[in-house]
């Protein structure tokens, strides 16, 4: 299981990457660092698309062959899967989308940026019509899983281009300018869209039973590990943008390259969830496939798939989450010190787990 969690992590990077790089090419030069992007990179990257987004498939195959031989599984599942289907659209777009970026210099024409723009959303389409979400509704899942994508793309492909692809922090206030109200936006759309991909397999009022389950553990780590990112978006956002403003002395490329790693942490608790079994009920699910192995080590009381977990402070998680506290506190200490941005980079993910164990032992 633990190649599919990394291959569905590796693929929501290689799309950012893509979308982060052509994007970019429509920012006047004026309005952000130095940036080069090598070919290589692209290419890369449109691999990996290729490659990462077979481990649903394959997990499938494994998962069927058995009982009418692997052919014909794999076949079946080409044929007829929705998953298998989306696999095949995205190879064909992949081939073409390879060989016109290796064919022409597309990072040098905003025609030919805008042509890669937009086969990397085509094959975000294809993944979308593909996703859990897409299957239980007739259009709405697919579009609203598509929209949240997208919204993650944009926002953590600029983030990482400009990170990790800059040569210079030279007009990083005019970057920060447009920037920010975009990431804000790209933020809110993922809230929004969200909250509506999660009531597809749970009820909002369920969303602490669902700890439960593998699916509400990986949905809770998920959300913890935003934390430490919007500590290190509104440093980067509004506090850095106010020492630019001032002319203080600062590098700000080095916070942005922790905030991505943060945000990659994202995709692999994504990664995660994305596999596990969602609890459309969860007294069923409970029943048929047990809790989980976190929740199991947690819980000391009898695990019953009609119970209903309460929460309720105790000595142990008020020490959790009074450390936590201490750990987002240290964030900020960090920032203000001028500390190597690894420092509070630890220090978000100290929290994480802090509140992590906070949570857990919350459970009664």
Same mark, same amino acid.
């Given at each position: 299981m633990i190649w599919i969690y990394i291959s569905e992590s590796l693929l929501y990077l290689c799309f950012s990457l893509l979308m982060?790089?052509?994007?970019?090419?429509?920012?006047?030069?004026?309005?952000?660092?130095?940036?080069?992007?090598?070919?290589?990179l692209l290419q890369l990257a449109i691999l990996g698309v290729v490659f990462f987004s077979i481990a649903p498939l394959i997990r499938v195959i494994l998962f069927l062959y058995e009982d009418i031989g692997l052919m014909l599984t794999m076949q079946n599942v080409l044929t007829g899967f929705e998953v298998g289907k989306a696999w095949t659209v995205t190879i064909i777009l992949a081939i073409f989308f390879y060989l016109f970026?290796?064919?022409?210099s597309v990072l040098n024409s905003k025609v030919l940026s805008g042509i890669s723009l937009a086969f990397t959303f %085509?094959?975000?389409?294809?993944?979308?019509? =593909?996703?859990? &979400?897409?299957?239980?509704?007739?259009?709405s899942g697919f579009v609203v899983?598509?929209?949240?994508?997208?919204? %993650? +793309?944009?926002?953590?492909?600029?983030?990482?281009? %400009? &990170?990790?692809? *800059?040569?210079? =922090?030279?007009?990083?206030? *005019?970057?920060?300018r447009w920037f920010t109200p975009l990431a804000i936006a790209c933020?809110?759309?993922?809230? &929004?869209?969200?909250?509506?991909?999660?009531?597809? %397999?749970? #009820?909002?009022?369920?969303?602490? #039973?669902?700890?439960?389950?593998?699916? &509400?553990? =990986?949905?809770?780590?998920?959300?913890?590990?935003?934390?430490?990112?919007?500590?290190?978006?509104?440093?980067?956002?509004?506090?850095i943008k106010r020492k630019l403003k001032r002319q203080e002395q600062i590098n700000p490329r080095p916070w942005l390259k922790f905030e991505s790693v943060l945000l990659f942490l994202t995709f692999v608790s994504t990664g995660v969830l994305g596999q596990q079994e969602p609890p459309?009920?969860?007294? +069923? +699910?409970?029943?048929?496939s047990g809790p989980s192995a976190n929740f199991d080590y947690f819980y000391s009381g009898v695990i019953e798939p009609s119970m209903s977990l309460q929460f309720g402070f105790n000595t142990v998680n008020t020490l959790f989450f009074t450390v936590a506290m201490i750990f987002m506190g240290l964030i900020v200490f960090s920032f203000k010190k001028k500390t190597p941005a690894i420092v509070p980079f630890f220090m978000g993910i100290f929290s994480v787990l802090s509140l992590y164990f906070g949570f857990m032992s919350s459970m009664q």
């Open positions: 982060g790089a052509f994007i970019i090419q429509f920012i006047p030069e004026r309005l952000k660092p130095e940036i080069r992007i090598s070919k290589r970026v290796s064919l022409f %085509v094959l975000l389409l294809a993944l979308g019509w =593909a996703s859990h &979400g897409a299957s239980l509704t007739e259009w899983h598509s929209l949240h994508f997208l919204a %993650v +793309t944009v926002w953590i492909g600029i983030l990482l281009i %400009v &990170g990790w692809c *800059s040569k210079n =922090a030279e007009n990083w206030l *005019s970057y920060l933020f809110l759309t993922i809230v &929004g869209t969200g909250l509506f991909l999660m009531t597809l %397999v749970i #009820d909002v009022n369920e969303y602490g #039973d669902a700890w439960t389950l593998p699916y &509400g553990q =990986a949905l809770l780590v998920k959300h913890l590990t935003i934390i430490p990112v919007l500590f290190f978006a509104c440093i980067n956002g509004f506090w459309h009920s969860i007294e +069923t +699910t409970l029943a048929g």
